[in-house]
């Protein structure tokens, strides 16, 4: 019903700067909040940030600073970007979204990306 799509995860030196996109398709009436996750290997999958329809955007305290969320609700889309990159950025990034869909006696539902790999070297 719903489809979230990663791209923009690469390969990037230390220091580097890398644009995820995610974007949403399906039969969407409205998406509420949309979110980046994180999971790096042998670890628990983490918060990154968090952005409300209206675009206040909260992040992990362990970013310092390093990344901007934003969306465009037009194009049912959400971006993340990411300057500074460290090699403990390393993972793969999830986007998740809260989406009401045409089915509204479903209510709104949380749906997730398959995810796009995001590799630092030092």
Known sequence: Q?????????LVQAGGSLRLS???SGEI???????WYRQAPGKERELVAVITEEG????????EGRFTVSRDNLKEAMYLQMTSL???DTAVYFCTAAVLTSN???GVRDYWGQ?????VSS
Do not use: F, W
């Not at 719903?2 to 690469?10: F, M």
């Not at 995810?115 to 590799?119: E, R």
């Open 86 to 88: 460290k090699p403990e």
């Open 22 to 24: 995610c974007v949403a």
């Open 104 to 106: 509204v006696l479903r």
């Open 2 to 10: 719903v489809q979230l799509v990663e791209s923009g995860g690469g």
């Open 29 to 35: 009436l409205r998406i509420h909040d949309m979110g």
């Open 115 to 119: 995810g796009t790999q995001v590799t």
């Open 56 to 63: 206040a955007a909260t992040y992990s305290n362990a970013l």
